[in-house]
């Protein structure tokens, strides 16, 4: 420490005393607790909170005030807020005093807290059997209080309900009932029972509603299902019902007698509507339409069309064969193949040879046994070639198309012996014809070969006539033909 030197270092070391003393003002407030904790039975704890205000560099009396219009009660500094006094879920006391023209405060709040309601709560009960199964009503039962059960003999006879699950023997279930108690009503609501445990020695001891099962090996089941299989035999519906049946004997879908089936034998054989399979024989009895693939058995008395591809095929074809689609290479006996159209011949060809085209034909004969004597065209209905029409007899129908037509003609003639054809009922054209040089009576013939374009709705028509070209004859008194035969035939190409 330095030497005291001069006056005012003696003034400051004589002062008494040597420091000023702090002159900070506060007010502070205190609760006896944080909160009003409330029990279920509406109780709280504690019945009121004090709070106390501290004064700090100052005096005087401390004014209190409480949110809510809630009730306080003081002595001097301390006020008491009873629980039956608040207002409200929580409430702020406020203290305040005024010193030297300035105000202070301080607060603190308080809440209640309630307890929560005393919810429900499991219970459950056990009881063991040696029934098969046990009821399901009544669905639900109530008994009164937490520690009851059901009564005696509830859901089967000779049941006991127990809290706890009882020891049970070979042949015994343990059936389990699970409860709700209520504490607002004092009563256990019990519901059905269900099987918890059992023990059997063969699996057949159980009748149960399985819901989803993962197995291994299932060995001489039966399965059914639907209003038309009720129980387990191999046999159609009799009720006119529909569903399934899966056993040894077989598989079986649906209804005959709704034209709705499958059957699967147990030897493998398939039978459905219009379709079999029998010893490995398919059958088609129905339509094969728009099918595709390839075929390598049997198609016998097919109906309808078959548009896939006969590759290969083997067997017997005895059905109908329409429009078909790629290669056949089987035995096509008493088939019926349709020739041709309206526009063109039906060609069969087997790559690498030569192709045949079948072409639809056309004749007729027309016989004269009379003799005429007529500059004329003589002519019958049996050497009328129709275009396609149906009420005309089917060999002397005609297509569409370029039509080759040839006539052979013989006859017993004195001069001369034409042949002529007319289309449409048109005027007659000469077509060729022969004089007979002898004089008398003597045989003559003539042949001709004629392309025509027929189109719908066309005729064609073929005559003959004892003249020449020009109607007309060396001996016009000699116009006769005896014994006249042509034979006209007409082919497609």
């Known amino acids: 420490m330095s030497a005291i030197v001069g006056e005012r270092d003696r003034l400051i070391m004589s002062t008494v005393p040597r420091f000023a003393p702090a002159n900070d003002r506060v007010l502070l407030l205190a609760a006896t607790a944080q909160a009003f904790k409330v029990a279920a039975t509406t109780i709280a704890a504690p019945a009121s909170i004090d709070f106390t205000a501290g004064l700090v560099n100052m005096q005087g009396q401390v004014a209190f005030t409480a949110s809510n219009a809630s009730v306080l009660t003081r002595v001097g500094n301390v006020a008491s807020l009873a629980y039956a006094g608040m207002v409200g879920d929580s409430v702020t006391i406020t203290a305040t005093i005024v010193a030297d023209g300035l105000t202070y405060t301080a607060s603190q709040t308080v809440s209640k807290i309630f307890d929560g309601v005393t919810g429900n709560s499991a219970r459950v009960a056990y009881s063991k059997t040696t029934l098969l199964s046990l009821a399901s009503a009544p669905a639900t039962l109530s008994t009164q209080g937490d520690a009851s059960f059901p009564p005696i003999d509830t859901w089967g006879a000779g049941t006991v309900w127990e809290g706890s699950p009882p020891l049970f023997g070979a042949g015994e279930s343990l059936y389990r009932s699970d409860g709700i108690f209520n504490p607002a009503s004092g009563t256990t609501k019990w519901a059905a029972p269900y099987l918890n445990a059992l023990k059997v020695g063969q699996l057949s001891a159980i009748s149960a509603d399985l819901g989803k099962v993962t197995a291994g090996d299932i060995y001489s089941a039966t399965l059914h299902g639907g209003s038309g299989y009720p129980n387990n035999a191999y046999a159609w519906p009799s009720n006119g019902g529909s569903g399934f049946h899966l056993s040894e004997s077989g598989l079986l879908f649906g209804n005959p007698g709704l034209g709705k089936y499958v059957q699967i034998d147990a030897a493998g054989n398939i039978y459905a509507p219009g379709f079999s399979i029998i010893n490995g024989r398919a059958v088609f009895s129905g339509n094969l339409d728009s099918v595709d693939g390839s075929f390598t058995g049997e198609l016998k008395a097919a109906k309808g069309s078959f548009a896939g591809v006969l590759d ?48 639809s034909s056309a004749s007729g004969v027309f016989v004269e046994a009379s003799s005429l004597n007529s500059a004329a065209v003589f002519t019958n209905l049996e ?46 054209l000469w077509l060729s014809g022969v004089q007979e040089r002898q004089d008398g009576d003597a045989p003559a013939a003539t042949v001709y070969g004629l392309t025509l374009d027929i189109n719908v709705g066309d005729t064609v028509q073929f005559g003959v006539s004892g003249t020449n070209a020009y109607l007309t004859a ?13 034979i006209v035939i007409a082919r497609n190409f």
């Open 383 to 428: 050497v009328l070639f129709k275009h396609n029409a149906p009420g005309w007899p089917a060999a002397l129908r005609i297509r569409s198309g370029r039509v080759f037509f040839s006539i052979v003609c013989t006859a017993v003639v004195d001069d001369q012996l034409s042949i002529w054809y007319r289309i449409n009922s048109g005027n007659w």
């Open 312 to 359: 290969a095929a083997k067997g017997k074809f005895s059905g109908e064969l329409d429009a078909v689609k790629g290669t056949f290479s089987g035995d096509l006996s008493s088939a019926r193949v349709s020739v041709g159209t309206a526009s063109a011949a039906t060609a069969f060809f087997e790559p690498g040879y030569p192709s045949i085209s079948l072409q």
């Open 474 to 486: 060396a001996n016009m008194g000699k116009l006769y033909v005896k014994q006249c035969q042509a």
